[in-house]
């Protein structure tokens, strides 16, 4: 079975611009989260969507913006980048409802801001 | 309220026992365990509810104090494979999707 997917890989961008993020969940899950990972540290919760709705967001700006579409796949936008926005961006799928709620993390997108 | 986890760093030998723990000021209700190597994404590796349940990989052995809302992962018998930043991520309720991760353990191993 195909596990979670991202894309792009990583990415290159400059203060200002604008980026997207996408991730394809696992077949049959219905959550997403996102996540924030700068080096050294744990990632941190970002937004987490479910049947296309928001169901938690952290503590980031508001330049920092998602949506799931109806194949419950997802993208995370972040606007007016800064320096600070460098990180590695991974989004995690689960199924929900279930007794475990285990989390299975995509590969990851790396994301560099000059 | 970000868990803390520790030791923040530990060297074994291969073969040699390890334990990593995780605590938390909040009460919660599951405890999820993730090993991440340089450069990769998170790999699950166990979930602990409380109340006792619990489920993960068969080599992975793990507890969870609700008592003292601290959770511990024994790594035995470690093997090369074992390398790599452990993480626990923590949830205060059942609704799931949204894990706060402690700070990680950096686990090596040595031949």
């Known amino acids: 079975d195909a596990g979670v997917t991202q894309s792009p890989t990583h990415l290159i961008k400059t203060r200002g611009q604008q980026v997207t993020l996408r991730c394809s969940p696992i077949?049959?899950?219905?959550?997403v989260s996102w996540y924030q990972q700068v080096l050294g540290q744990g990632p941190q919760f970002i937004f987490q969507?479910?049947?296309?709705?928001?169901?938690g967001r952290g503590n980031f700006p508001d330049r920092f913006s998602a949506r799931q579409f109806p194949n419950y796949s997802s993208e995370l936008n972040v606007n007016a980048l800064l320096l600070g926005d460098s990180a590695l961006y991974l989004c995690?799928?689960?199924?929900?409802?279930?007794?475990?709620?285990?989390?299975?993390f995509g590969p990851g997108t790396r994301l560099t801001v000059l | 309220q970000q868990p803390v986890q520790s030791p923040q760093a530990v060297i074994l030998r291969e073969g040699e026992d390890a334990v990593i723990n995780c605590s938390s000021s909040?009460?919660?209700?599951?405890v999820h365990w993730y090993r991440q190597k340089h450069g990769e994404a998170p790999v699950f590796l166990m979930i602990?509810?409380?109340?006792?349940e619990q489920k993960g990989h068969d080599k992975i052995s793990a507890s969870f104090n609700e008592k003292k809302q601290q959770s511990s992962l024994y790594l035995t018998a470690s093997q090369l494979s074992y390398s790599g930043t452990y993480f626990c991520?923590?949830?205060?309720?059942?609704?799931?999707?949204?894990?706060?991760f402690g700070q990680g353990t950096e686990l090596s191993v040595k031949p």
């Open positions: 995690a799928s689960s199924l929900l409802g279930a007794t475990y709620n285990e989390q299975f």
């Open positions: 077949s049959g899950h219905k959550s």
């Open positions: 969507y479910y049947e296309k709705e928001e169901r």
């Open positions: 909040k009460a919660l209700y599951s």
């Open positions: 602990l509810l409380k109340g006792g």
């Open positions: 991520g923590t949830e205060r309720d059942n609704q799931g999707g949204k894990l706060i």
